[in-house]
């Protein structure tokens, strides 16, 4: 079962315009992290956030999450053709087995 | 340091045909999960080992799916018999233990794309 469900499912923007990515998680976690999956390859790890932490940066990207909200956003900033990608939360579970549950994805375009 | 290796990349097989999947991880990650992938989806865990046992295998159609991780490093993933629904992409990705602050981050492999016609 899917645990996140990411809105847009599907942006296209102008390069240097940001984007905007929002997910839903239903359950309680331990960390929340995003992933890029561009076309017919595998998943690329972008950055992680705890549970007790509120936003955080790496380059051109920032992480905000609300637990009380169970929901996290990823803006990407002056955005590239290159950032054309499948985007993906994955929640890391607290109870039972610690795993991660995969999100339905933001499909990005961004246009030259 | 070398990535997840999976064989092969493409497979198509008729229904009813069996396939398996190999996977290499990363040295030294205990844990190794596969995912399943269908086409506009997003992963959906299989199976999750930690070193040579089974930590989760609550959404593997075990009656015809099945997977082994012998001496804690290499897997397997075999379908018998497939299905057209299985035609997907079956992921394999490591880490080091889950919930710890190093073992967070899931490094994935390139896939293996399975058509069943």
């Known amino acids: 079962s899917q645990q996140g469900e990411e809105d847009p499912q599907a942006l296209s923007i102008q390069e240097g315009e940001n984007a905007t990515m929002n997910c839903s998680y239903k359950?309680?976690?331990?960390?929340l992290q995003w992933y890029r999956q561009n076309s017919g390859r595998g998943l690329v790890h972008l950055i992680l956030?705890?549970?007790?932490?509120r936003e955080k940066h790496s380059g051109r990207l920032r992480v905000t999450l609300d637990t009380s909200k169970k929901s996290s956003s990823l803006l990407i900033t002056a955005s590239r053709a290159a950032d054309t990608a499948s985007y993906f939360c994955?929640?890391?579970?607290?109870?039972?087995?610690?795993?991660?549950?995969f999100g339905t994805g933001t499909r990005l375009k961004v246009l030259a | 340091e070398a990535g997840v290796a999976q064989s092969p990349r493409y497979k198509i097989i008729e229904k009813r045909q069996s396939v398996a999947f190999w996977c290499n991880p990363i040295?030294?990650?205990?844990?190794l999960y596969w995912y399943q992938q269908i086409l506009g989806q997003g992963p959906k865990l299989l199976i999750q080992?930690?070193?040579?046992?089974?930590?989760?295998d609550s959404q593997l159609p075990k009656d015809r799916f099945s997977a082994e991780r012998l001496k804690g490093v290499d897997s397997t993933l075999k379908i018998q018999p497939a299905k057209l629904e299985d035609s997907a992409v079956y992921l394999c990705?490591?880490?080091?233990?889950?919930?710890?602050?190093?073992?967070?981050?899931?490094?994935f492999g390139e896939g293996s794309w399975l058509t069943v016609v």
């Open positions: 990705a490591s880490s080091l233990q889950p919930g710890q602050s190093s073992g967070n981050t899931i490094y």
């Open positions: 359950t309680s976690i331990n960390n």
């Open positions: 956030i705890r549970s007790n932490e």
């Open positions: 994955a929640t890391g579970s607290t109870s039972g087995t610690y795993k991660y549950i």
């Open positions: 040295s030294g990650h205990a844990t």
């Open positions: 080992f930690q070193n040579n046992g089974v930590v989760d």
